[in-house]
């Protein structure tokens, strides 16, 4: 199955940061976990797949029993979902006719400051930890009879994440472009495993999210790069349910992410649902709202590569205007 003409093409992280002067974060620890899933992760991708298929009783018998061992081995949330062109990145092609998608929640302890050099550990730890759980499962298939492709929350995917996961029940797409679980809020990471063992499929959920996003406009105020949306656009399409999307002016973000620290900024400020999703019940003593770091945006970056559409929103208005 090929991808749809209108998915973007799979991202590329090295040619974006080459067009704002290259990476400029240097921070000891995310380099050595980059280090670490290049090295000791992406070797174990592939793997033999046992000669004698496991015979499950029906489909969701199937499911239940993938679900449970995912969250033995550390998922926070699991579901699953029937992958269509439109989940799979332009110009890339896969056999597979079902996602397992996996999430994991980041340690809200470690987004009190950002953008902070804890913030962005935070990231490159969860999907280090993501890694090696989407890495066990796909092993764990194989054992079972069945071929698997392992798509790496942060690796060279097939598949796009996020429409998979919303299809697979996760939640719904946030203003600031990612999603917001019911219970996880918006601070977790996603990755995926692909494969044709026959699955019963999760369906989308309507919590209410979007209608909740439509009146805050948190992470846009605290957006220090001004990248995120006053309203949803037409041009960017509806999500699963039926909503025109907010878009993101990457061409804003990028450039502040990759010079602050991954920013992330937008995540730890959502309310939603009284940040009930941000406790930490692990005995850290933590707070609800972050100190929140607004640092100089860098100018905007449009580079000539290939990528998603994205709006270039207020691009006439500076930056401090926009708060006004």
């Not at 302890?109 to 550990?121: G, Y």
């Not at 490159?124 to 079972?144: K, P, Q, T």
Request: hydrophobic share 40%.
């Amino acid at each position: 199955m090929k991808g749809s003409e209108n998915s973007p093409p799979a991202f590329n992280w090295d040619e974006w940061y080459n067009t704002v002067g290259g990476r400029t974060i240097k921070i000891a620890e995310v380099d050595a976990i980059l280090y670490k899933i290049k090295e000791f992760q992406y070797p174990k991708f592939n793997g033999e797949v046992n000669k004698q298929q496991f015979a499950f009783e029906n489909a969701s018998a199937a499911s239940e029993a993938i679900k449970q061992k995912a969250f033995e081995l550390g998922a926070d949330e699991v579901g699953i979902a029937e992958i269509e062109p439109s989940d799979i990145y332009n110009g890339r092609e896969v056999t597979e006719k079902y996602a397992i998608v996996i999430g994991q929640r980041m340690l809200w302890r470690n987004f009190q400051e950002v953008p902070s050099n804890e913030s962005a550990i935070e990231c490159l730890r969860i999907y280090f930890s993501l890694g090696e759980v989407v890495i066990a499962l796909a092993a764990h298939i194989r054992s079972l009879g069945y071929a698997c492709t392992v798509e790496h929350p942060i690796g060279d995917s097939d598949v796009l994440h996020v429409p998979l996961a919303l299809k697979a029940g996760f939640g719904e797409l946030g203003r600031h472009g990612s999603i917001i679980h019911p219970k996880m809020g918006p601070l977790f990471r996603l990755g995926s495993v692909i494969t044709n063992m026959p699955l019963a499929i999760d369906k989308p959920i309507d919590a209410g999210i979007a209608k909740f996003c439509d009146n805050c406009k948190a992470c846009r105020i605290y957006c220090p790069a001004k990248a995120i949306p006053d309203e949803r656009s037409e041009q960017a399409g509806k999500d699963h349910l039926g909503n025109y999307r907010y878009k993101v002016d990457t061409g804003k973000c990028f450039p502040y992410f990759a010079k602050h620290n991954y920013c992330s900024a937008c995540l730890p400020v959502c309310v939603y649902n009284h940040k009930e999703w941000a406790k930490d019940f692990e005995g850290f003593k933590t707070k609800l709202f972050p100190a929140v770091n607004m640092l100089a945006a860098p100018s905007p970056v449009d580079p000539d590569i290939p990528k998603h559409v994205y709006p270039r929103i207020k691009r006439d208005i500076a930056v401090e205007q926009l708060d006004e």
